[in-house]
């Protein structure tokens, strides 16, 4: 894990409430994993708390890193106004990250709004040396555009969206459950609302699939030193930024409740 005081190179309207940003970060690039985290320093005091944003897309040639983000509160409204030549801090990168040691294998990456944040970087692991399925979904439009900065090549690629207006009407489980019809599906990796997650993870485990959830919890520090970020779940208490954000969905979703233990992704 590094603190790097990171200049930006870029700091893109992608559209709605949605940012692209770029920074020239320090070794912090050459070590992230698709899934880990960075914690983003605002400059105002008043928000004395980092904020957490999954890394978008690191590249290890150049140090840089990018982050996608939508304006939410105050820091993430303060990080939308800074401009190329502004310096940003950054700790991480933080988190276990998404399993990418996989070779030759059928793989679905499902990511949902927001949650299309860390898939830039899963998506250009996993396809040197696997068979990827991408679904992305979102509300609209505007919620799908981040995908333009993707590179998909040799990914077969399924847009869905709430209202239509882009690729498929209608959610990301039932493009999901279409796709098992015809194939076989080795490891599903999954990012973005709790309800979604929730959904994609019992289809996965009834198929008897494996299947990973990137989670999201309110975080105050970011590094394992508060219970900000803990979660109950089928194997005990967790903490999301240290032994997550990345979830096994079998001990977070239990497909055969024997009582009512229901998934922590609430
Ligand atoms: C591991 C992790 C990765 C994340 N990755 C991204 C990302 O790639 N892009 C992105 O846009 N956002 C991401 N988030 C959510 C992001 O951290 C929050 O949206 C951000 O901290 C809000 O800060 P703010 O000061 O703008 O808003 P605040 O004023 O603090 O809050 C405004 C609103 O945001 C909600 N919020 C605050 N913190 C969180 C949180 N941790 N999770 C969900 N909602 C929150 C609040 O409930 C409130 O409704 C991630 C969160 C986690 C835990
Ligand atoms: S945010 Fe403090 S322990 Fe996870």
Same mark, same amino acid.
């Given at each position: 894990m590094f603190l790097e005081e990171c200049q930006? /190179? =870029? +700091?893109?309207?992608? @559209?709605?409430?949605?940012? #692209?940003?770029?920074?020239?970060?320090?070794?912090?690039? @050459?070590?992230?994993k698709a899934g880990q985290f960075f914690m983003l320093k605002c400059k105002n005091d008043i928000r004395v708390l980092r904020r957490p944003i999954s890394l978008h897309f690191a590249d290890s040639e +150049?140090?840089?890193?990018?982050?996608?983000?939508?304006?939410k509160g105050g820091g993430t409204n303060e990080f939308s106004s800074l401009k190329p030549g502004d310096s940003i801090n950054v700790q991480g990168p933080l988190g276990n990250g998404f399993n990418t040691e996989v070779?030759?294998?059928?793989?679905?990456?499902?990511? @949902?709004?927001?949650?299309?944040?860390?898939?830039?970087? #899963?998506? =250009?692991?996993?396809?040197? +040396? +696997?068979r990827v399925t991408f679904i992305a979904g979102g509300r609209d439009a505007g919620a799908?555009?981040? /995908? =333009?900065? /993707?590179? /998909?090549?040799?990914?077969?690629?399924?847009?869905?969206?709430d209202d239509g207006s882009v690729g498929e009407k209608g959610n990301v489980v039932s493009i999901m459950q279409k796709v098992l019809i015809d194939n076989k599906i080795d490891l599903v990796q999954t990012c973005g609302p709790h309800k979604m997650m929730e959904a994609v993870a019992k289809v996965a485990l009834e198929n008897d699939i494996e299947c990973e959830v990137s989670l999201e919890e309110r975080m105050a520090c970011g590094i394992k030193a508060c219970v900000g970020c803990s979660i109950k779940t089928l194997d005990g208490m967790k903490k999301v930024c240290y032994d997550g954000p990345v979830f096994n969905a079998k001990i977070i979703v239990d497909v055969n409740p024997k009582e009512n233990v229901g998934c922590s992704c609430n």
């Open positions: 930006i /190179l =870029e +700091n893109k309207f992608v @559209g709605d409430r949605y940012y #692209l940003m770029k920074i020239q970060a320090g070794k912090s690039a @050459g070590v992230s +150049n140090s840089t890193l990018e982050f996608y983000y939508e304006v070779e030759d294998k059928e793989i679905m990456v499902i990511g @949902g709004g927001m949650g299309i944040a860390p898939t830039k970087y #899963l998506i =250009e692991k996993l396809s040197k +040396n +696997n799908v555009k981040i /995908l =333009e900065n /993707l590179n /998909l090549d040799g990914v077969k690629v399924c847009v869905v969206t």
